[in-house]
């Protein structure tokens, strides 16, 4: 009995046992997800400083290989090692179980490593100066093709183990009932993941033998099929944070549930018809009819996006739902005026999701539109769009949580705590104003992915109008600030793990700095008598105010973009 | 009864499939609703609107494509501007223009409200075709042939800004279309 009491430790604010194994991995997933955001920062600084003609720090060389190491240090390296973490933590840890197979986990673990560090030297060696999207032709060293695949082998074997761990937990009992609805999520993420990681081998072992001269390649399937990895990527990334929402929610509020029925079906939408959202890259392409266009480019009339509006309701809902039940009944809104705005777990969720409903939501629906893509593709718009998706969404959520993880996984109490309660607030501000700048410029066509936007050795002149000066200035100010803020996060981060104080019993018990107010004090997390049935009868009143106010933006967003493209010209 | 309710965290005892509350409902319909417009815009604008990116679509191989718009430039040259050729295709003819690392030949001399069909294709890597200030945006791909019904709406000088990224001179790869009154 001893040696499985070992296995575990009990955590005291949740009282939910903790398998040690599942405990390291977490801790070295979270660790190397930092560090990889740091490399993807650095470059961030390097893209943002040189497009900004003003400023147009960098050559042109140095410039697209930052930005082949910024695509892909944040967007595989960072999210993926980080939500490897989120597997470990919603599979073993909210179910109470034990890690089947913790040596696997870290066989995989070195792979991932191996292979990250793989395609970084490539990248930064001159010897793979293709951008994130690598089309073909344009060729790549054949070694950082093998990167790619054998951080790909890693992340997938980690998928199966969250799947092992659900067996094995069912198999032990460890849990009453169903799985928990952030178990649930983390599955879609991870079946999403499966679906996603195929669809790399299934391109990037073709390129690889083509840059060995073994096979042909055509460009426009491998665009077909690489987007079938790059945007469901995004998928695993969307249903990862839609989780840590739904877990934040509980955590800092204590949040409720409206409906698991309603939820889980959501997550399941995603499953279906979210990797179809390859097409929004093949808008404008001439591999494809419209008819294919349309049906992918909508995930079959728009079900993924249905998901996300009822995740986008649920979510607040739950939240407001969970304040009143706590008392916070007055006017529509008393719940969030008495939020706990200080609490970087609650304000970076919120501003998750917010940035991501309000600004990625609206603009990425629209930019996918088949037509409407006519006036926007592989302008700057597209790049605006996805920094509010997936920085503003999903790595300030995975920010958010960190101020979690680190005294529950890591029982150390939050460093520099004042500058941690501000950072949320800095980093969504800075990379929505970089967006808002981004998107305006993108209006005017300027491309994305574009070292000299003065055009000074083109056989032709191009002059935009100065306004767009202006959005450049934005863009460049939103970025620096966005950049800043995610340093104010890794040095948090990074103290915190090395040089942190424990948090034991006594400081939560004493209210010691730099522990977050939900673990301070958790809030209920079940909620039972007459009071529940009454405050659930009279709904969630300040958040339907709310979805209305995103409704009315949707529309009005949508229909003037049809009103720009009718305006150029006749095109078909 | 009384009723229970918990967070995200907690597993779900008993029968969960139960029906949703009248707000949940009320906006899921909503959205639902959204959705199908959100769809049905898209094949009314190919039957209402004037932008759609049909096109004709065929393969080719790069160095037939090649020879077709060395014959096309042949056949209708009327100048040269920064040693790129200058083409004033006949009203309504098949007009065919060539990404290459990293210029765009040939410049075109176009009409004002006459309807040409615009080829687009690369003999090396992927290019983005941006007119600008048109706002018109189609992708360049080695292999495929985009042909595209376009008409001039207004006359003036319009530069083709590359927007995919075809290498290190990417840059600097713009090229022009002028369109003239018309006849």
Redesign the interface.
Known sequence: MNAIADLFRKCPVTGLKVDKNAENLIKANAVVAVVFMLLGVIAAFGIVLTRWQAVHLLNAEWYYRLLTSHGLNMLIFFIIFFEMAVLYFAGPVLLNSRLPAPKLGWVSFGLMMLGAILVNVMVYSGKADVLFTSYPPLMADPLYYVGIILFAVGALIVCMLFMATLVAAKKDKTYPGSIPLVTFGALTATIIAIITLIHGALIYIPTLLWSLNLMKMDPEIYRLIFWALGHSSQQINVAAMVSIWYLLAGLTVGGVVLNEKISRVAFVLYILFISMASAHHLLVDPGMGSAWKIWNTSYAMYLAVLASMIHGFTVPAGIEIGQRLKGFVNTRFEWLSKAPWSDPGFSGMMLSLVIFGFMGGITGVTLGTEQINIIAHNTMRIPGHFHVTVVGGTALAFMAVTYYVLPLIFRKRVAFWGMAKVQPYFFGAGISVMAVGMILQGMYGIPRRHWDSSFAGSPFPVQFPDIVNLFQALMGIGGLLAAFGAVMFITIAVATVFFGKEMTADSIKNGESGIPQGVLKLSAQVHQGANVAAVHKEGAKGTMILVFIFLVAFILYFFVNWKILSSTWKVG | M?????????????I??????S??KR??T???I???V??G???F??IK???????I?TRVIEADYQARVDRFIKDYQVGT????PVVEPPAGSDVYLLGHMW?WTPVIKLKKGV?YTLH?SSV???H?F??????????V??????G??????IAGDF?I????????G???????IIVGESL
């Open positions: 009384d009723m229970e309710m918990h967070s995200g965290i907690v597993s779900p005892e008993g969960w499939w139960k029906p949703a509350a707000q949940e906006w899921i909503i959205a639902f959204w959705c199908l959100l769809f815009m898209m094949p604008w190919h609107g004037g932008q759609n990116p049909s096109g679509r501007e920064n040693g790129i210029e309807e687009l090396d890597v992927n983005g941006s007119l600008y200030p048109a706002k018109l945006n189609f992708q791909i080695p292999g495929y042939d985009y595209l019904k376009i008409t001039p709406s530069n800004i590359c927007n995919e990224f075809c290498g290190i990417h840059h600097n790869m713009v090229g022009k």
